[in-house]
């Protein structure tokens, strides 16, 4: 889980792992998540690791970076520079790990604040259009599209690890042709109001 400070890392997390919604969870916390997942008949036992967020001054940990099989980027729909520092996260984590693509979904957070938006359901389409990956916005608060975000993931995990098998319902890259290994045991949930892949799906 990477993204700027406060879009709602933990609480994506928390909601997803434990099914509730933690109103202030403590900034620097970077605990790691484990979950039993479902996804299309296949159990997955996800590890998750939430991190403390990065802004343009603090560089994402190596550790963070690299060896993991996919990467949720969350920005929140309400902060702008949040928005802006997705792609900058999405190039530290390739020129770690020395790769031109990694499995990654985009998560709009606080889809919930919609006063307070900034950043448009649009935008953040377009922005998984040109990275080549899969998007969601989601309300940790009101635990919507939590799941998808994480079924979303699991799929791109999926389509790196077996091009040919995953079927999906878009049909971008196919990978770089790097292996994750055969460790990764897989994730779950069904949401039909997400996307995976490009942003050809609507909302
Ligand atoms: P992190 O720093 O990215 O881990 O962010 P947190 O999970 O700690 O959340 C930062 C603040 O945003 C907290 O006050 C949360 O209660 C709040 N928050 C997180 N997710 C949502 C959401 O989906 N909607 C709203 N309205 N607030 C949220
Ligand atoms: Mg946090």
Request: glycine share 10%.
């Amino acid at each position: 889980m990477l993204g700027s400070r406060s879009v709602g890392k933990s609480s994506l997390a928390v909601q997803f792992c434990d099914n509730h919604f933690v109103d202030s969870y403590y900034p620097t916390i970077e605990e790691s998540f484990s979950k039993e997942f479902k996804y299309r008949g296949k159990e997955y036992q996800l590890e998750i690791q939430d991190t403390a967020g990065h802004d343009e001054f603090s560089l994402l940990n190596a550790k963070y970076a690299v060896g993991w099989h996919g990467y949720v980027i969350v920005y929140s729909v309400a902060s702008k520079a949040s928005f802006e520092m997705v792609p900058i996260i999405r190039d530290k984590i390739l020129s770690y790990s020395g790769v031109d693509k990694v499995p990654l979904c985009i998560v709009g957070n606080k889809s919930d604040l919609e006063q307070q938006r900034t950043v448009s359901t649009e935008q953040g389409k377009e922005l998984a259009k040109r990275l080549g990956c899969a998007f969601t916005e989601a309300s940790a608060k009101h635990n919507d599209n939590v799941i998808s975000a994480f079924q979303m993931l699991v799929a791109e995990i999926e389509r790196e690890l077996n091009p040919d098998s995953a079927k999906t319902t878009t049909s971008q890259t196919q990978g770089s042709g790097q292996s994750w290994g055969s460790w990764f045991k897989g994730i779950l949930g069904n949401n039909p109001n997400t996307q995976g892949g490009d942003s050809s799906g609507g909302r």
